[in-house]
């Protein structure tokens, strides 16, 4: 009877536990923040009711060029796991993983600062580097370099995460487009800040490309996630310039009727971007363009 009730507490136990975060990996937009308790940081989510972080199964990524997502691990406290990314073909891609740190910024903590870590990867809650109280979350930057060369196809590029003799694989497929991002200088912008929304980076980017550049103060290369925002933006654009009749053709309908109608002049002057769905309006701006290529 004893052994009976001890098993249905730690049966009540675990699944107390089950109900808040579940032990497992996923895949998230590089537009989509992840706070240390498995959450969408509020800057990102969108104000419309109809908002969905967009599922990420099967991303479609251009050749020559950079591609990143975060791969987000939920695991118990004082248990170790290790997190490793498959591929089917082997080492199709070229994949490079950072650890991300998090920023308290008023009641939410932000992940920003973005650590090379080996692969596989192991590791345990809490961070005893840099502990956040009640973490139930490890947020990652993978990023994946497909190379001008490679074979438009689907490839498998699976985030695996074992964890307590259990394997938790996050079921994603690649589709490597046709489009080849031309080689191409860095862009004149600014980083925003962190407690921005995520696609502020990009905006900046896209207001210096269509506006005129404004001078960029140093940042210290690949170390915080607002960084590699910056980075794909310009490949973004690059990509954009072979196929636009004119800069800015592919962005101004996404951008809102208003800016087409005040013209571009007055838009620079004070700019207006979507904000209902949050900052992955801007994954629509890279549908598109791997659509037009």
């Given at each position: ?6 098993a249905?507490?730690?049966v ?23 706070d ?6 509020k ?12 599922e ?24 170790d ?33 973005a ?13 005893a580097?840099?502990?956040v ?5 490890v947020v ?13 196809q ?77 980075r ?27 800016a ?32 037009e290529?």
């Amino acid at each position: 009877m004893r052994l009976a009730l001890s098993a249905l507490v730690w049966v009540l136990a675990s699944a107390s536990y089950a109900l808040g975060q579940l032990p497992g990996v996923k895949v998230y937009s590089q537009f989509q923040r992840i706070d240390p308790f498995g959450e969408v940081v509020k800057a990102d989510r969108g104000a419309s009711p109809r908002y969905r972080p967009r599922e990420i199964l099967s991303p479609a990524v251009p050749r020559n060029a950079h591609t990143v997502f975060y791969v987000v691990v939920t695991a118990p406290e004082g248990r170790d796991f290790t997190l490793y990314i498959g591929q089917n073909p082997d080492n199709y891609f070229d994949v490079t993983l950072y650890k991300l740190s998090f920023e308290k910024h008023g009641d939410d903590w932000i992940p920003d600062a973005a650590e090379k870590v080996n692969l596989p990867y192991a590791g345990r809650l809490p961070d005893a580097s840099r502990p956040v109280p009640g973490q139930t979350t490890v947020v990652f930057l993978m990023d994946v370099w497909t190379p001008r060369e490679a074979d438009p196809q689907r490839v498998k590029l699976e985030p695996e995460l074992y964890l307590d003799g259990e394997w938790y694989i996050y079921p994603m497929e690649v589709r490597v487009t046709p489009v080849v991002v031309p080689d191409h200088e860095e862009l004149a912008s600014e980083l925003a800040p962190v407690g921005e929304p995520a696609d502020a980076t990009a905006r900046a980017a896209i207001r210096a490309w269509l506006c005129g550049a404004a001078a960029r103060k140093g940042d210290g290369g690949p170390s915080n996630l607002r960084w590699f925002i910056r980075r794909d933006a310009a490949q973004d654009l690059a990509a954009a310039r072979l196929v636009e009749s004119s800069p800015g053709a592919l962005i101004w309908p996404l951008i809102g009727g208003k800016a087409l109608a005040v013209g571009r002049e007055r838009w620079c002057a004070a700019p207006e971007w979507p904000s209902a769905d949050g900052p992955e309006w801007y994954l629509r701006f890279r549908d598109r363009l791997y659509r037009e290529n």
